[in-house]
Nanobody, 113 residues
Framework: QVQLVESGGGLVQPGGSLRLSCAAS????????MDWYRQAPGKQRELVAT???????IYADSVKGRFIISRDNAKKTVYLQMNNLKPEDTAVYYC???????WGQGTQVTVAS
């Protein structure tokens, strides 16, 4: 059974940083493409960043240059380092593997002064 557990969210001021973690189980993590998504209130879930098994990385334009996705195959964990956060980054952040699995509970990120 696939389980994805996100953590690391919180309240941060504009310009601040957070590091999100997602621990995965029930998948062959080392060969899985891993994604970070986010969903803001009243909006659709959007893809934020992707890292493949070959460590190829893709970012949404909205986070390029500010967010860094990484993975630790030994720990079966994917990370999202978020820098220079903006109020529009406020959302619940989720990770997932491809093909899409049942969603975890997500972690809330709130950027506000």
């Amino acid at each position: 059974q696939v389980q994805l557990v996100e953590s690391g969210g919180g309240l941060v001021q504009p310009g601040g940083s957070l590091r999100l973690s997602c621990a995965a189980s029930g998948i062959i993590f080392s060969i899985s493409t891993m994604d970070w998504y986010r969903q803001a209130p009243g909006k659709q879930r959007e893809l934020v960043a992707t890292i493949t098994r070959y460590f190829e990385i893709i970012y949404a334009d909205s986070v390029k240059g500010r967010f860094i996705i990484s993975r630790d195959n030994a720990k079966k964990t994917v990370y999202l380092q978020m820098n220079n956060l903006k109020p529009e980054d406020t959302a619940v952040y989720y990770c997932n593997a491809r093909p899409i699995n049942p969603w975890g509970q997500g972690t809330q990120v709130t950027v506000a002064s």
